[in-house]
RNA sequence: GGUGGAGUGGGAGAGUGGCUGAAUCCACCAGUUUGCUAAACUGGCGUGCGGGUAACCGUACCGCGGGUUCGAAUCCCGCCUCCACCGCCA
């Protein structure tokens, strides 16, 4: 969530930027509303500390008039103090109160979009930020999307996945398990060459987790919830690694934090279906490899385009045609500054499948994760968070399967047949 | 799941009602000394909030939440976590 002290003197900044996110004026309210409860805040803090320091100075002296012997003295102070006492209490009760109504209204605002970041409504006003400059791979008409790929193959099964769990939850088999694995394995070492550090995170987290990167409140109806433990299924491993620094202090030298991690993401992904959903397009659980950085905020922009490389880096190693979108502010995520998609080009499909999101995340997550460094005066400051897909599987392999099909079989990529050991799929 | 023990500052660890935001040691930072390093010595060394240009002052925090008391790290209740043993188990 955004500082209040940021809303109170960047103003004009946070509005024009919550415009992009087509806030109207009703909205906007909102600001005035945290910080009207901001100050009233801050005078029942100053009220109750008085309060409280009183009562502490009346205690000593209570305890002083005891060990001179003076317990009438004494006895007749304490009344005075359970007047203290009672009238604290109150405002005690007014400040949680106040700091509450502040809390609710803060997390109904989104981050503050970057300067560059166009304005507008949906997906359709999103910017082409890179586009694919070569042509398009056009298949014959005899080419087949890549849910018939996989029965003709035996890649992967639907069916079974319903039979097992439910709709979305697809069971790979045989060469499509196989490729799934190297995929992940290929991801994982390029992450490590790129210098991140590999976690194996928990797969459930608490609220506490989920609220710090932002899931909660915001996106409650997104995740699985196990009820009877009080936990909820990752949406994402960026939820688990951004975490491991909650409450924590960083040292400016220790900038930049970057880790990986692979896991399988659950998404209810509710009120879902039809013809682009179809296949791996859209699934409850898919697996994803992310890379997260911790970074100063001075230099965390220069990190978000490092990012985007190594995701490019990617693309072009497994051949697949690609293009960056740069968000607009109605599609732009709740708590990111600046978001850039990859879009891999489904041949089969004819259409753009998102498979990267690389954000910046600035303070809005460690404002919550209370995550922060020390700068050079000592002063403690909020660091700045960013994550990326690099990759998200299903729908990598949506496109392997398709644009890389020839009449023989399925060609798997270069740099990908050191790690399923074999170069085709028939 | 059962029984017992424990949770204090970056770490170790003292503290069982007021003199404790917290001894002491280690680590860390600055300085003195020194050919360099080391050692020794001196000083500094938590976080949030409020007030103040600032020095600083006030307040809260000793796992979390409540309670008792004029006053709680210290007493009481609930919860969480960790350790040990037992049971179950990949």
């Known amino acids: ?11 004009e900044k946070v509005i024009n930027g919550l415009r992009k996110r087509m806030f109207n004026d009703e909205d906007l309210k909102l600001l005035d509303e945290a910080i009207l409860l901001d100050d009233k805040r801050k005078s029942i803090q100053t009220e109750l500390d008085q309060l409280l320091a009183q009562r502490n100075k009346r205690s000593k002296e209570i305890g002083d008039l005891f060990k001179q012997g003076k317990a009438d003295e004494a006895n007749a102070s304490k009344s005075k103090v359970a007047e203290l006492k009672e009238t604290s209490e109150t405002k005690q009760k007014d400040l949680n109160t106040t700091m509450q109504q502040l809390t609710e209204v803060l997390y109904k605002i989104p981050n503050i979009p970057h300067d560059s970041v166009p304005k507008g409504n949906s997906d359709e006003d999103n910017e082409v930020f890179q586009d694919w400059k070569n042509p398009l791979p056009v298949l014959d008409d005899s080419a087949l999307p890549h849910w018939e790929l996989a029965k003709q193959y035996n890649l992967f099964d639907l069916e079974l996945g319903v039979k097992i769990t439910g709709a979305g939850f697809p069971l790979y088999r045989g060469k499509g398990a196989k490729l799934q694995r190297a995929l992940i394995n290929f991801f994982l070492d390029e992450a490590h060459q ?29 995740m699985y919830y196990a009820e009877k433990d009080d936990l909820y299924l990752i949406p994402t491993a960026e939820v688990p690694i951004t975490n491991v620094y909650r409450d924590v202090i960083l040292d400016e030298k220790d900038f930049p934090v970057k880790l990986t991690g692979y896991t399988p993401c659950f998404r209810r992904e509710a009120g879902s279906y039809g013809a682009h959903v179809r296949g791996l397009n859209r699934v409850h659980q898919f697996d994803k490899i992310e890379i997260v950085q911790i970074q100063h905020p001075e230099k965390s922009y220069d990190t978000l385009n490092e990012m985007l490389d190594h995701v490019r880096g990617l693309m072009d190693k497994l051949d697949l045609p690609y293009r960056i979108l740069r968000l607009c502010g109605g599609d732009l995520g709740f708590t990111s500054a600046l978001t ?26 460690s404002n919550r994760m209370k995550l922060r460094y020390r700068d050079a005066n000592r002063k ?16 990598i392999v949506a496109a392997i399967l398709e644009n890389n099909q020839t009449p023989n079989g399925i060609a798997i990529p270069k740099a990908l047949q050191a790690y399923t050991r074999f170069d085709i799929i028939d």
């Open 380 to 395: 403690t400051q909020l660091a700045h968070t960013l994550n990326g897909s690099a990759l998200a599987l299903a729908r």
């Open 1 to 11: 969530m955004l500082q209040v002290n940021y809303i109170r003197t960047n103003k």
């Open 194 to 222: 790129a210098g991140y550090e590999e976690i194996i995170p928990p797969l459930l987290v608490n609220e506490a987790t989920a609220r710090g990167t932002g899931q909660l409140p915001d996106k409650e109806g997104q």
């Open 340 to 365: 850039f998609d990859f879009e891999v080009y489904s041949a089969a499909q004819k259409r753009w499948l998102e498979v990267s999101s690389v954000s910046n995340f600035e303070t809005f997550q």
